[in-house]
């Protein structure tokens, strides 16, 4: 199954994809490209010095359709089955999710539906909860909203700042999103409604 991962940053999480992948720990994944909407994305560098194409596809004023379209072309051209949203900054439009139906992942730090949107450790931190961690869901239309795959819990101590959580958080993310992509890879799930049932 070919990978197509979008970043706009850092790229710990495609990094740890694509390594996954290279290891051979998520059988018949192969990561076919990884696509940025930002050039000064770091990510870019570390996919490139591990052999995986890149391309950037900035939003140059357009509208959101227009921007997604164009990426919609660069994936579906290279044979992408499965989009890997890591640590992408934008919105995808209806037309990119309907592009690829309950083909699209992503990785929020918090345990969903709580604090979705930006600075989501932040909010865990502000609103004083005990836990946080990590979710890998599906993504639809709407915002931090899709199927969950799958959490993974964390705790908050009572001296945690936002980076400090984040830090905690992103060790777990690593793990769980690859966990997640051997999973949806292998096929052993089922969509029921809200539910994705690991089978
Ligand atoms: C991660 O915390 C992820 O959960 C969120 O954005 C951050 C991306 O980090 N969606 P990285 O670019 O994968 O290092």
């Known amino acids: ?56 596809v900035t939003r140059k004023g357009r509208s959101r359709d227009e921007h997604d379209a164009e990426i919609i072309n660069e994936l579906k051209r290279r044979g992408v089955e499965l ?19 309950d083909k699209i992942i992503n990785i929020h730090p918090s345990l969903l539906p709580a604090f979705p949107g930006l600075d989501a450790q932040a909010q865990a931190i502000a609103y004083g909860v005990k836990i946080s961690g990590c979710t890998v869901h599906f993504v ?29 958080i992103l060790e777990h993310e690593h793990a769980a999103y690859v966990e997640a992509l051997k999973r949806i890879v292998s096929g052993n799930y089922e969509i029921v409604g809200r539910k994705v049932n690991l089978l």
């Open 83 to 101: 989009v890997c949203l890591a640590g992408y900054m934008r919105l995808l439009s209806v037309d990119f999710v309907r592009a690829f139906p």
């Open 1 to 56: 199954m070919k990978l197509g991962i979008l970043i706009s940053g850092r790229g710990s999480n495609m990094s740890a994809i694509i390594e996954a992948v290279q290891k051979g720990e998520i059988p018949k994944a192969e990561v076919a490209v990884v696509v940025s909407d930002k050039t000064s994305a770091q990510g870019l560098e570390k996919a490139n010095a591990r052999g995986i194409e890149t391309v950037v």
């Open 140 to 168: 639809d239309e709407h915002l931090d909203h899709g199927a969950i795959i799958l959490q993974k819990a964390v705790e908050v101590s009572d001296s945690d700042t936002a980076e400090s959580l984040s830090a905690k």
